[in-house]
């Protein structure tokens, strides 16, 4: 008898296998294209560090489908950093991808989606962010960490140049995104890009304000701590104030020096507080997300759980809960277990998407599993073009 139940379940289980076809659109079909802008989207809306990313490039899409339409995609996606901080809300298309001589930042992520009913649901993700140092000229500028000494002062001294031409307005030190220095004739010059918000000021210490009418925006800034030049512009709509309730996990308190117990960032400084401005450990730039997988999808490789570097998760795109009440409920996170506490993942609000789709090319390779579920496609048609530059 046991024999036999042992033999039914794996018929069964046959079954179901059989009835599941992968499909390998081309990456550059508009069906890819959907997912990847969909994956794109919600990847950024949960970095709220840093600078926004855009598309280059779709590495793979496979498709798991199955007779009751519920519908698995697996995409493999390269991202480019922009010139948009995450708190800009200047559209994504308007940003500029930093070029290569400006040591340009490429996150590689494996992401997925749910599709039914016609609207895309991300469900997990895993990315890594990197510097692309390839075609580095020589004397060009090469980025600091985040956390350098000399270049904070040069961040507060040209903040407070801006500062003593404003009127009735002053700002503080938000978050710095990036800082580099090039070695010229007479030593280093620095470069900056720091995000203000306007503050309260007792003294020599300066408090921002954290309601959402309180100005803000990026400045820029080049130069010494004595002779430089800053430019600020202030970003032109109001900027919602992250719930802090909602509970995330700071890359910028997890990264490379795990030895460390440095607090995270905190909100509130003084003017030479510059610990609490920046990531620790020096890191040279913001990282996207690392892993977000609460119900264990099994399609992303053991490799997620490489990285540590886990940034906050900002809320949900606006309109998503509207657009499917179960997105407003997203499942609970999973106990990491064995993982440690630094690499567990955030709970990520779940984003919906919906848009018209063409039916899939005729070109896409289509297969159906019977032992594997990751079985090899028989024609290439991935990875896809290029859209800025091969990082």
Known sequence: MKFLGITLILGLLAGVWAQIIVVRPQCDSPEAEEAALVAQDYLNAQHSHGYKYALNRIEDIKIYTKPDGDNTYVLEVDLLETDCHVLDPTPLANCTVRPKI??????????????????????????????????????????????????????????????????????????????????????????????????????????PLHDATAARGICSAKGLSTDHTVDCNMFSILIPVVDANIPVADAN??????????????????????????????????????????????FLSAESAESAEVVPVAPAVAGAAAADPAAANPAPAVDAGSASDSSASAEVPVVVVKRDVPAAPTSSVVDT?????????????????????DS
């Open 102 to 207: 400006l040591t340009a930042i490429e996150g590689d992520c494996d992401v997925v989606l749910k599709k039914v009913g016609g609207v895309l649901t991300v469900t997990a993700f895993k990315c890594t962010t990197e510097e692309s140092t390839e075609d580095m000229c020589l004397g060009c500028a090469t980025l600091l960490p985040l956390n350098d000494t000399t270049a904070l002062d040069f961040v507060h001294s040209s903040l407070a140049t801006f500062n003593n031409r404003t009127v009735d307005v002053t700002y503080a030190v938000m978050e710095v995104g990036r800082m580099s220095s090039q070695v010229v004739s007479g030593g280093p010059i620095y470069f900056a890009e720091y995000v203000v918000v306007e503050a309260t000021c007792t003294d020599d210490a300066c408090v």
């Open 253 to 298: 308190s997890t990264g490379a020096d795990a030895n460390s117990t440095a607090d995270p960032v905190t909100p509130s400084m003084a003017p030479k507080d510059r610990g609490s401005l920046s990531p620790r450990h020096g890191l040279r730039h913001h990282k996207l997300t690392a892993l977000h997988d609460p119900q264990l999808s099994g």
């Open 369 to 389: 599993l019977t032992t594997q579920p990751d079985p090899i496609a028989l024609v290439p048609v991935c990875p896809g073009r290029i859209r800025f530059f």
